[in-house]
């Protein structure tokens, strides 16, 4: 498979920023796109034009899929759409990239990934975090044994509120799973994929305290969390926090990890690009710098990340080899936002446990 055509389901603010990504990676076409809002389908026409693609447009995702067999389908559609717009398209086995979070509930995700065992296709999950240039290199690194076996690993996101979305869909848990689902997973796959190991606890604490509460959307009050810290034990015994603010759109860095061994620590900053060594004889600390093309930064909000997870994801293609990211990982992802949300209703710390039916109660 030299060349890939690929269709794109929802051309939203991520199904356009997929676009824009697809025209930088020469063995992709976009071939054609499904949405059902007619402002977003006019939004990609035009972004469309400009970047020389020419995708047909459709309304119905059926009416693509009957008039269309692409090689690969993109789901860039609302994260409450995936379950049921999974079921419609899986079928036709087309290789199928996901955006996160995979479900917005343990039990759908779960049916989703069981069903992923068996499918014939490349099926990715786009936890794409994973591939932005500096995080890569942290991962690298930390993988390489630098920090020595981490004890403690730390990601803070302090960043700008949710954005806008065509019916304003994201400012309610129904449907998106909860800020510790929708916007976390990303976070809670990083810390399994740069450890190696897989989460047996969870306390969070969080709220919503400054963002939203002035909106109504046919009466209701948004509930979406705009802050969170959430701590977890791994099985190896490494603990992870993840600290969360979305009312922090001044602060310099939006991202910033770490990783702490008995060697040193091992820090990388978004969007800075810089991973920073501290070893324990104080010899640091010592910075690397690590660049990412203008034109991948230029297609999206997401440091190229999403430039590289197609890149890899089309080598995958025509190698036929399996996912880097699986639906088994979005699984578990989307079981680690749901139980930190959990926590915080209840007060309570959550046991998990992927051996069992329920992975926790």
């Known amino acids: 498979m030299s060349g890939v055509s690929i269709a794109i389901i929802g051309c939203g603010m991520m199904g356009r920023e997929h676009m824009r990504n697809i025209a930088l990676v020469e063995q992709l076409e976009l071939v054609a796109i499904a949405d059902p809002d007619a402002g977003s389908r006019d939004a990609a026409r035009q972004l469309s034009g400009s970047l020389g693609q020419d995708p047909e447009f459709f309304e119905d995702i059926s009416d693509l899929m009957a008039a269309i067999k692409p090689d690969a389908v993109i789901f860039a559609s609302p994260n409450y759409t995936h379950f049921a717009v999974l079921h419609e398209i899986m079928p036709y086995r087309p290789a199928i990239l ?38 890569s290199r942290f991962i690298e690194r930390v993988h390489g044994g630098e ?4 004890r403690m690993m730390y990601v803070r996101e302090h960043r700008f509120p949710f954005l806008p979305k065509v019916g304003d869909w994201n400012r309610f848990n129904a449907n998106t799973g909860g800020t510790l689902v929708e ?6 796959d990083l810390m399994r994929h740069t450890l190696r190991d897989e989460p047996v606890r969870i306390f969070a604490s969080g709220g919503q305290d400054e963002n939203h509460l002035d909106e109504r959307y046919d009466g209701k009050v948004p509930d979406i969390l705009d802050n969170a810290f ?16 979305m009312f922090a759109e001044g602060a310099e860095q939006q991202e910033e990890i770490y990783a702490l061994g008995g060697k040193g620590r091992l820090d990388v900053a978004i969007p800075a690009a810089k991973v920073t060594w501290s070893p324990r004889d104080r010899s640091g600390p010592i910075v690397e710098t690590v ?12 440091h190229g990340a999403t430039y590289f997870q197609l890149r890899r994801f089309c ?12 639906a088994q990982d979005g699984y578990r992802s989307v079981v680690m936002g749901a139980a930190a949300q959990q926590s915080i209703s209840t007060g309570l710390p959550v046991t998990i446990d992927f051996t069992k039916e329920q992975p926790f109660a």
Do not use: Q
């Not at 049916?111 to 500096?134: D, H, K, N, Q, S």
């Not at 080598?315 to 699986?326: I, R, T, W």
């Open 147 to 150: 920090t020595g076996a981490v």
């Open 98 to 135: 996901v955006e996160k979070p995979l479900c917005t509930t343990v039990e759908h995700a779960r049916e989703i990934a069981r069903l992923a065992e068996g499918y014939p296709a490349l099926f990715w999950v786009g936890l794409e975090y994973r591939y932005m240039p500096p995080v």
């Open 291 to 302: 660049d990412t093309p203008a034109e991948a930064l230029a297609a999206g909000d997401h």
């Open 183 to 188: 916007k976390c997973c990303h976070f809670f």
């Open 315 to 326: 080598d995958a293609l025509n190698e036929g080899s399996p996912p880097e990211v699986s």
């Open 230 to 245: 959430v701590t977890i034990d791994f099985a190896g015994g490494a603990r992870a926090v993840l600290d969360l603010s």
